[in-house]
């Protein structure tokens, strides 16, 4: 029975390691794949694993990460239709954000990162 690897991404994003270095190794056992945000410079807002939006200031990831992170599932055959690959974003506001404007902003990166893909 396959196992569900979920790969850290806030070790992805914080420890400075790559899509392909983290994915690579667990190919045959990924199932589902998270797509987060951190920030990494401690003096600012959602320090950490507090998952803000894409693009936020001292953060790590939006389209162009997220495009690098989608590559490599395909690389490694995660979307060959064989496994019905489940793919969510790790995301939630930050104080005084609009719920809904997170999740549209989570949906504009995704879109423009998969038009690319």
């Known amino acids: 029975m396959a196992h569900m690897v979920r790969p850290p991404q806030f070790a992805l994003c914080l420890l400075g390691e790559t899509p392909r270095q983290t994915l690579e190794p667990v190919a045959e056992h990924l199932m589902a794949a998270h797509i987060g945000n951190a920030v990494t410079d401690e ?3 959602g ?6 939006i894409f693009g936020t200031p001292g953060s790590v990831n939006d389209v162009p990460e997220v495009l690098e992170f989608l590559r490599v599932p395909k690389d490694i055959g995660f979307w060959d239709g064989q496994k019905r690959p ?18 549209a902003n989570a949906q504009r990166v995704m879109n423009l990162a998969w038009a690319q893909l």
């Open 86 to 103: 489940m793919v969510s974003f790790e995301i939630k506001p930050m104080e005084g954000q609009d719920p809904e404007l997170v999740v």
């Open 43 to 45: 003096g600012m807002p």
């Open 47 to 52: 320090y950490g694993d507090y998952h803000p």
